[in-house]
């Protein structure tokens, strides 16, 4: 019934496509249909929370048991694996950690596309190489349903609030029904291209940060250095051609800004873990479409090398404090 | 009479610090005394002209001839170097291409120094390495003069409308001196601290301005490669935390933004072979401080690269076709 | 038939390591059995060719019935897809230009896999990423055979007059009778470890040889700018600390040595192309096992960038030629 | 008597280069008589022994009195300052730590430049900018003096064994009576062109060892990380194009060779702060010649966070323990 009504409503959205207003939001009525949720981790467990408080049914899976438990406690169904999940519900949504996380829940033998229905909308929130969201747009489009990839930017903080920014690649027409999901979960939703260009966004945006957060930490380290106040630089950076997002609203050097983590010993925030992460993904795909990133490629060695120095847990801006020790007597 | 009308501003100056409002007052209505202007190049020319709009007398030379001809013609008295001027004059800006010719037109046979008068206010708006700013300062005091740094941004669009922006090293009791006379030629005048400091605002905002640009570059050209539409991506990194100047206001793909280089076939704003400059000039910082600065090193060599490949003549943002070049066959 | 044999050779040879020679000595008699040769590029059909003239008949295929027909000619017997090759020979050289090719040849719908023998030999020599290789060592282990990986250092030049070396990685055991087969096409033939590392050897050797020959351009550049003779300095990097294999057997400057490309203005040689994809799966190796190499990475992007400026074509030391541009009036 | 000796030293050896060969040799025998020593620290404390254990009578002098007593007690005589030694010998060598201790010891106000005899040769060992020795040398020569740079390799091991390396710049015709004295000191001197060439050559040899040693450390780690076993990867590096001096005479890697650092706890050798210092140089000169050293600026800033973070004491070797540390949980 779903996946009729499922099907159904791509043949409406191309009507709308075409002008038909009416029709269009008929079908945003009837969308409380239950809702698939793989991976309930730091990031999943909450957006799946705002989804049930957007009064969506929701069905879920997970590896660990404890962590579909307290998503059953607040009235989502748990199932075994995600080719049941693929078996009740015509529009699901993964929050995964890397690649093969992805490519097992999707393409392992009891993944969703084993019993993915026709017309089936798969949202992958998971940050991930472009090429493996491409493959399994591929994968899907082979059984009929229609996979588009929506990395968000924000964190745990934004994912509890509902606040996070989705960056949304895939076929155009689906958009509007991704929207509307994932639109409880966040406050942004961009429509960024075919498949794969959401993750290109995301991984292009958090390239640029991990440039300019490293940037600012060496500009910071060596104002300071050579007898600049550090609150008297900023304040010069910040309305200079200097300006950036690490600069002005994240400054890494303690006592410049307060409510960010270098003011917090640079607790919670980016994990230098999670950048380094990024960096290699846009490594991977600077490499595989033969383009040079030479500050690019630094920036991720740099998180690299903080990772094996005891920085792994911290923010990503505590580069400045990795940046700023003294050299010996 | 002027060496003697300098010396009492002095005083006059240091009563103001202790609230005698009125005093400085009548220095500031006195001091449309002559000024000295050395260094007569595409900055010093406009620059020395505003002040001549402002009413100064200017007291000007310069090496080439020509230079000084235009000026002359505006009402300014030319002499035939710099212990001239200074033997003139009780206020004397310099604007020089780069270390060895301040060194020159302060310490060399014909230089401010051999004439100089005590009390005369020595502004440098050259930008150079700050160790050697420290050492003209060390050695006008010997001679009873006080020197400051005020290195400016902007180019030669905001020298002619007289909206320089000065970033100025020195004793902070000058500070409101040096900012009268710059005020005529600037939109800003920033204080920055001691001797030294305003070169190295300037070059910490450059260093940070170009690591910024090549990221962007690298960044915009890595998405472009993925599948992203540029002014979709540059919408979508302004709005997030890879946001930097660079991005939102000078951003360096064409057909992004209107009005900016890269419009122009990156004609016209900050010339590569200048970025160069000042990146060896944080180098230089960075190894006499033992500061690590590995994306500014970076960043230094890539602007030399680029110099050394026919973009020394192009603005600095020109980076992006830099990298761009697509592989052959 | 020849799976029997195969499946009884590896009993003689686990018997031989522990002291059996004479029947080790009789396998390697009846070893002129048929061997399948897949991938008759530049440097497959040399090889191929070194096998016939060994005496061992050859079952081929290409993509390319140009390259299949020369082979034909000299007595090799061609088949139509790589599977129909596994039906034939229990010992299979592959020779593939990258990761994707060697991945279809084995596992695609006509690949080797698809007929393989139980205790058919796979020797790889495509220099491809190590994980991959693992995969397939895994792949053909399902099917009863046994893979190996054995890159090659030496080039086409070397492929002729079969003087290649060969890295290889697999099972100890089966190390004999591939290096048998190796044996009649290099002169070298080292044995690495399980499988993987023929490949991380290769890698490795690779990533330090780029490291090494940009530097010694950096190196020799400077030394000239600063006045000292190129050959002089050649001699004194090479009785000095700074000696390596770039320096004193490549030399990348024209007029310090004869005999290599820098004397032929970048001909012949390993092409910068092919070092910047050796750079590629070091990079991704590196990502991967999360190891920092900040030297090897920045070289990956040189070489990038030298692809895409007109060097692609040129052997890699003329990133000499590359950095050694002058700068413009 | 000395100043008229060494005058007609000079033109003696003038002839020589003409054939006169008889002149030559009685000049050299001639040659006993005292040389100047200036900077007794950990390389020209021995240095000094060598020239009295071969019979030079020595006049020196240096800031710390210990290091003068020891000397003296082995019969040099100590004098008071650079000046008075430039007074009483007409061969001055010295050997300093870095170029402002140059710049006072020649020009400073007790320095040699102000007693410099005619004819005097002065020889300086440290290794400094190549910029300054050209000064240095322009100073001399309107004092009638002639001015050498010969830095050296080796460290205080060869200093003492009489086993170092001088790398010399300067007027040719002198090279004969440089070599004479440095012969004393050194197993190998080395004409390396004008003044300013010996410099040249040390730092562009330090930063290809540097770029080697680094390129090596990441080279064998990545190896390691692959799983290869350390010391099969050195021989296979050893034996093919991967090899340097860092790899197959001084290998980093603890257990792959005995008698060096590595294998010692990086203890002794070539210290980090010492490697930081000529980078730093080798980067100078880079700037000042905008010559781009990719790889040498990065090396540079790796060796600055090695000093940074507990390396500056240890041998240059353990850039492999500094990339080593395994990621945390």
């Given at each position: ?96 950690p890397s690649s093969p996380n992805v490519i097992e829940v999707y393409n392992g ?221």
């Open positions: 019934m779903a996946a009729l009504f499922r099907a159904s409503r791509n043949l409406l959205q191309r009507c709308t496509r075409h002008g038909d207003v009416a029709l269009a939001s008929s079908r945003s009525m009837a969308s409380k249909t239950p809702v698939g949720f793989i991976g309930l981790g730091n990031m999943g467990s909450p957006m799946a929370k705002n989804l049930l408080k957007h009064g969506y049914p929701v069905i879920a899976t997970d590896v660990f048991p404890e962590s579909c438990k307290e998503l059953q406690d607040l009235g989502a169904q748990i199932l075994d694996c995600p080719a049941e999940v693929a078996d009740k519900a015509d529009r699901i949504i993964t929050m995964l033998p009891n993944g969703i596309l084993k019993k993915v229905k026709k017309g089936t909308l798969l949202i992958d929130s998971s940050t991930i190489d472009p090429s493996v969201s491409k493959e399994m747009a591929v994968a899907a489009e082979k059984m009929g349903a229609v996979f588009m990839d929506a990395p968000v930017s924000g964190g745990v903080g934004a994912a509890n609030l509902a606040k996070l920014t989705f960056m949304v690649g895939g076929v155009e027409e689906e958009f509007t029904a991704a929207k509307e999901l994932l639109g409880s979960m966040g406050a942004n939703v961009v429509y960024c291209g075919p498949v794969g260009t959401g993750q290109a966004a995301k991984i292009c945006n958090n390239m640029l940060l991990a440039i300019g957060m490293i940037g600012t930490a060496e500009t910071m380290n060596l104002g300071i250095r050579l007898g600049l106040d550090p609150k008297l630089l900023a304040k010069i950076l910040n309305m200079s051609s200097g300006r950036c997002w690490s600069s002005d609203t994240y400054n890494p050097v303690p006592g410049v800004m307060e409510g960010v983590p270098s003011a917090n010993n640079y607790q919670g925030g980016f994990g230098t873990t999670l950048m380094a992460k990024d960096l290699g993904l846009a490594q991977d795909s600077a490499t595989n479409t033969k383009t040079p990133v030479l500050l690019g490629s630094l920036a991720h060695q740099i998180y690299r090398m903080m990772c094996a120095r005891g920085y792994a847990g911290k923010d990503f801006s505590s580069v400045f404090q990795f940046l700023r020790e003294e050299e010996g007597q």
